[in-house]
């Protein structure tokens, strides 16, 4: 199902100062983006290799460089970027031992991240890593149980013919958004035959719907 309803993946780019504190409000922020974009699996490997870029510019550019966070789709990678203004201070994979407290922070970017690269531009360096992410379309939705399930159904529900062949990924946001409506309204008049009530299950179906979601973004 494509996610044009959900919030678009548009790129975007945040300045700031490349310094320890910088580096907690920018997970902060990744979190929140990375849930908005429906892709909260990628969390932690995206702030980890973002600690490491701006910990790489605060220990070899320094403290207090001008950089950006920059983030985009490229086709279903995920692509994150960081910009600082020194194109000398290249970032190079070290084989550092155990005991090293330096040195390994592009090893972990490059063990975390399916592809990663510096590229050079006239006024400032681009150090970029990008992740696999499980879209089928760079709109589309991340695979869950809950939505593979849901992607089977909705189109069951379809007599314009919209949903064949393809299933729901044909359908229109307007004419999914009425599918999906029509099938909560007969389950409701299912439960009711069958001697349920359909408001507590409506509550109970909306509280398993948030559980699951803040286990899913957080």
Known sequence: ?????????R????PFLAEPEAVAALRRLLRIHLGLWGLPELTDTVQLCVSEL?????????PGTPATLAVSMRGTRLRIEVWDPDTRALPTLVDAIDEAESGRGMVL?????DRWGVQLLPEHKVTWVELTTTLASPNGH???VHVSRAERVVPLYDTSGAGSPGGASR???????????VAIADLLH?????????????????????????????
């Open 190 to 218: 299912w439960l009711r035959v069958h001697g349920r009530d359909a408001d507590e299950a409506l509550d109970r179906a909306q509280a398993r719907f948030e559980a699951e979601g803040w286990q899913v973004t957080h």
């Open 54 to 62: 701006v910990g790489n510019v605060i220990a070899h550019v320094g």
């Open 11 to 14: 790129p975007w780019e945040l």
């Open 171 to 181: 359908l229109s946001v307007t004419t999914t958004d009425q599918l999906v409506i």
């Open 142 to 144: 991340s695979k869950s």
């Open 1 to 9: 199902m494509d996610c044009n309803a959900c919030s678009p993946r």
């Open 109 to 113: 970017v490059a063990a975390c991240s």
